[in-house]
């Protein structure tokens, strides 16, 4: 089974634009040959990969395995006939498979130690104080954040794709990737976790007429950090997406961020946790809960597979 979401290769038409994006969102780059490596501070793992391509698109996603989980994974993956080669120009580690829609899967034996897959390996730092009524944790402290403040994401949490044929493709991530169903909204849209335990979705599908990338997800410390760099964001130029709001569906706290080729960069926190071994009952949602609690109106292009009509 999969344990974690490890990171994503994505190509974009121009590098520079791509990693002037993600610096502005707080990630750190490094470029090695023609790629780009972007990492959240203070954590020795890639979070996106990007190379240079005609036009964005998801170039592979990288997924993490327990080593006592990989073979059976391996075996599955045989039977279903996807196993293929790496990209060209990626260093080729574990197995590279492709799923229903032709997307490139990356999957590595990777400890959930090193993957920032859960609440022990996100750096944790002190935990907000809150005052709420006759609970005052915060005594004689102001907690607005300065103005300036540099707000930097800890982790990609997750992804959420199109797909045109969303019933194969979560049998595909379910079935043979070992994902469990967390949520669902009816043949639309179907939220993912992982088995030992995880955020509430990890890959979120929706179905579309076309394969695609949605968002990536990047958490924050607390709805100051989310509130804050979205803001920062709007500051520096960059077009707003959604936000700032709340999601009913795993609860998450949301802004989301254009990219310079429309694609959508989520800045999230307080995400629902399932751990593992809980009796967790998926539900089917009603189409009304399957955007948000409050907001903001819903924009009405933040649906669209801006891939689909490029
Ligand atoms: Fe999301």
Known sequence: MVTHLRHVGLAVPD???GIQFYQDLGLESATSQNRAILRCHGHDQDQIVL??????????????SSDERFQALQARIEAEKKIVGPPAEIPG????????DGICLNIVVATPADS????????????PAINTPGRFNRIGQRAA?????????????????FTPD???????????????LADRVGDALAFLYCEGGSDHHVMALAASQAPGLHHLSFELGDVDEVGQLG?????????????????????????YIRDPWMGLAELY????????????????????????????????DFVTNYEEHH
Not at 51 to 64: D, F, T
Not at 272 to 292: C, K, L, M, Q, T
């Open 93 to 100: 580690d574990g197995i590279w498979c492709l799923d229903p």
């Open 51 to 64: 190379v240079e391509g005609p036009k964005r698109r998801l170039q592979y996603i990288c997924l993490g």
């Open 116 to 127: 920032l897959g859960g609440p022990e390996t996100t750096a944790p730092g002190e935990p």
């Open 269 to 300: 926190c307080d995400m629902d946790y399932i751990p593992a071994g809980i009796n967790w009952r998926p539900r089917d949602w009603p189409v009304e809960d399957s955007f948000y609690a409050w907001g903001p109106d819903m924009p009405d």
């Open 166 to 180: 969303l019933k194969k493709k979560v049998w595909f991530y379910t079935e043979v990737l070992g994902f469990l």
């Open 231 to 255: 803001m920062q964001m709007l500051e520096k130029g960059h077009r707003d997406g959604w936000g700032f709001g709340r999601h009913v569906i795993g609860s998450n706290y949301f802004h």
């Open 145 to 161: 954040p300065p103005r300036g403040r540099e707000n930097r994401p800890r982790r990609l949490g997750h992804i959420l794709q």
């Open 15 to 17: 590098l520079e634009v």
